[in-house]
């Protein structure tokens, strides 16, 4: 595996940008699938995000998947640079093509992520190439409904709750495509079953 496949993108917005952070990452993803994922398509995400008025991001970061952990009432991760998103597509640029083997590290080790489980913000999560892993807003839907969600659980376990859909969804992310005709065939086909 990739470095770079281990990252996870963490946005946090306020509920009335939910809908501006979807289009805003729906344009990039339209963009990305034109010429694959590089520097300069991290950087098309970062200047959708942050330089467009419309969609007012409160937090972000990248954290490694695998160092993800509910530590007492909150995530903890290796944050694969500070500053939000800002230096990704030089630190991708930087380690694309190397595995786990190379020397790069995450800088921040076991680090809180406290927006994570905010209710006040909506959640997105996804990969460097645009893989959905988590939308607080679809999941348990506006501020409030988060604000009762995690009373009903108490802080860790919704902190478990949270990350046990991330390993659920990222691990979707790790599937072969399937291709585009299969879905259409009849079921009798697909089972290898002859009419």
Same mark, same amino acid.
């Given at each position: 595996? !990739?470095?770079?496949?281990?990252? $996870? $993108? +963490?946005?946090? +917005?306020w509920d009335e940008h939910y809908g501006d952070a979807v289009d805003a990452i729906g344009k990039w993803k339209e963009s990305l699938a034109g010429s694959g994922l590089n520097g300069d398509d &991290? %950087? %098309?995400? /970062?200047? %959708? &995000? +942050? /330089?467009?008025? %419309?969609? $007012?991001i409160q937090h972000s970061c990248c954290l490694s998947y695998r160092s993800m952990r509910v530590a007492d009432i909150v995530i903890e #991760?290796?944050?694969v640079n500070d500053g939000g998103l800002r230096s990704l597509p030089e630190l991708f640029e930087k380690v694309k093509n190397g595995d786990f083997s190379d020397t790069y590290r995450y800088p921040y080790p076991n680090t809180p992520v406290y927006f994570l489980n905010d209710r006040l913000l909506a959640v997105i999560g996804m990969t460097l190439d645009g893989k959905p892993v988590i939308d607080t807003f679809k999941e348990y839907g506006n501020k409030e409904d988060r604000g009762r969600r995690m009373r009903e659980l108490g802080f860790h376990v919704y902190c478990e709750e949270f990350l046990e859909t991330v390993r !659920? /969804?990222? #691990? !979707?992310t790790l599937l072969p495509p399937v291709p585009k005709g299969i879905l259409k065939l009849p079921s009798a086909v697909r089972q290898g079953i002859r009419p």
């Open positions: 595996m !990739k470095q770079w496949e281990d990252w $996870i $993108i +963490f946005l946090g +917005f &991290l %950087r %098309r995400l /970062n200047g %959708r &995000l +942050f /330089n467009d008025p %419309r969609c $007012i #991760a290796g944050w !659920k /969804n990222y #691990a !979707k």
